[in-house]
């Protein structure tokens, strides 16, 4: 008689490979979430090394300053001007005010062309005491550009700065003085040296 056929029975491997799977992706689960974590750990340390290296720290610590818990005080301000080859009458509407630390200027310089022709002048700033001028922020200025004035022409022009709250504690007067010098014909642009002068770099 032949013998009946059978299945053979089921091995007791096949019902384990799901759970052996199921443990795999858990892993890996674990395996994202621990690398996640251990990113975020290191990423400021990774992101102060780059500004360092790329110099963007420096300009995040000067924003940090400009709004630290350093109290405002008062400064006296002083506004002076003055023409290379006085074919342009310059003075300041505002010779003195006093401001604090912090605190947005607004001033109004006054020129007028005394000649009968058409002037292409730049105005180049300087500061007193001579160090101070690294905390004048200027947001607005004349001088950042070359200015041209038609035969006669009366203009008023606005300078808008505040004074960092880092000023040393020793300076209690900042005077801002401006020197408009005539640019000779085909100097159209100003140098890189007078943008720099002008921007008080």
Known sequence: MNPTLTSPPATSGRPRRPARSNRRVVAALLSVVVGSLLFLSVQPRFYKAFCDWSGLYDIDRAQRVAVSSIPPRPVT????????????????????????????????????????????????????PQYAGAYVK????????????????????????????????EVNTVTLS????????????????ATAAASGK
């Open 178 to 193: 401006y020197t408009f010098f005539e640019v000779p014909s085909g100097a159209a642009t100003s140098s890189p040296t």
């Open 77 to 128: 301000l002083e506004f002076d001007a003055n023409s290379h080859d006085g074919s342009l009458r310059f003075r300041p509407e505002t010779a003195t005010l006093t401001a604090k630390t912090g605190e947005i200027v607004h001033v109004v310089y006054r020129i007028e062309n005394t000649l009968n022709r058409t002037v292409v002048g730049q105005a180049i700033p300087s500061y007193g």
């Open 138 to 169: 200027k947001l607005d200025c004349f001088c950042f550009k070359q200015q041209t004035f038609a035969p006669h022409e009366v203009r008023e022009m606005p300078v808008v700065f505040l004074l960092e709250q880092g000023l040393p504690e």
